[in-house]
């Protein structure tokens, strides 16, 4: 079968450095993107790795291992707006297969 | 150039009854994907439309359908409405199928009363 598991809920403060885990089974991998996902809002895309490795995108870092099966968010500089939930999502040959999501709270 | 647009926002049904929904692409995006979203699930896919063909299907029951427009607006209808189906059904667009990066509508919000 196919999951992908990451926490419900992480909280960190302004300025502080979150990293959101996310580890994945599935068969056909070819990436893991992540979205982000403002309450009432549409997901938006983030980032996507599909080599093993670091990817970065200003404050935002997303790493891959495929032979763990695990990659991570970065969020560096956290700010206020920085709150919402995040979701790691595996490619695979079929379709895009999202994890349950992690709600990030940031405070003052 | 405009995102995905979804209608109606909002829809409340009753048990029993079927909705149709509509999603419109990003210009020039030619697979739709949907999604329903529940507080406890999470994203759960649908189903992915790519030139008006169904390319693949989630784990939903058949009272969740789908087609695709040669103007690659898509529609999903559920029949046969249950309290269960209750959810924010989102669509998204992509250039080619199976994409990783996806543009999400803001979508419709079911209640079934």
């Known amino acids: 079968g196919q999951s992908l598991e990451q926490p419900s809920e992480v909280t960190a403060v302004e300025g502080a450095i979150v990293q959101i885990n996310c580890t994945y089974q599935?068969?056909?991998?070819?990436?893991l993107s992540w979205y982000q996902q403002h309450d009432g809002g549409a997901p938006t895309f983030l980032s996507y790795n599909a080599l093993d490795g670091l990817e970065e995108t200003g404050r935002f870092s997303s790493f891959l291992s495929r032979s763990d099966s695990y990659g991570y968010l970065l969020l560096q500089e956290l700010q206020m707006k920085d709150s919402a939930s995040y979701f790691c999502a595996v490619t695979n040959t079929d379709k895009l297969i999202f994890g349950t999501g992690t709600r990030l709270q940031v405070f003052p | 150039k405009a995102g995905v647009t979804q209608t109606p926002r909002y829809l409340i049904k009753t048990r029993g009854q079927q909705v149709t929904l509509s999603c419109s692409p990003i210009s020039g995006h030619r697979s739709v994907s949907w999604y329903q979203q529940t507080p406890g699930q999470g994203l759960q896919f649908l189903f992915e439309y790519f030139s008006e063909t169904q390319r693949n299907k989630g784990n939903f029951p058949g009272r969740f359908s789908g087609r695709q427009f040669s103007n690659s607006r898509s529609e999903m209808n559920v029949s046969t409405l249950e309290l269960g189906d209750s959810a924010l059904y989102l669509c998204?667009?992509?250039?080619?199928?199976?994409?990783?990066?996806?543009?999400f509508g803001p979508g419709t919000r079911l209640t079934v009363t």
């Open positions: 599935t068969s056909g991998f070819y990436g």
């Open positions: 998204a667009s992509s250039l080619v199928a199976g994409a990783d990066e996806q543009y």
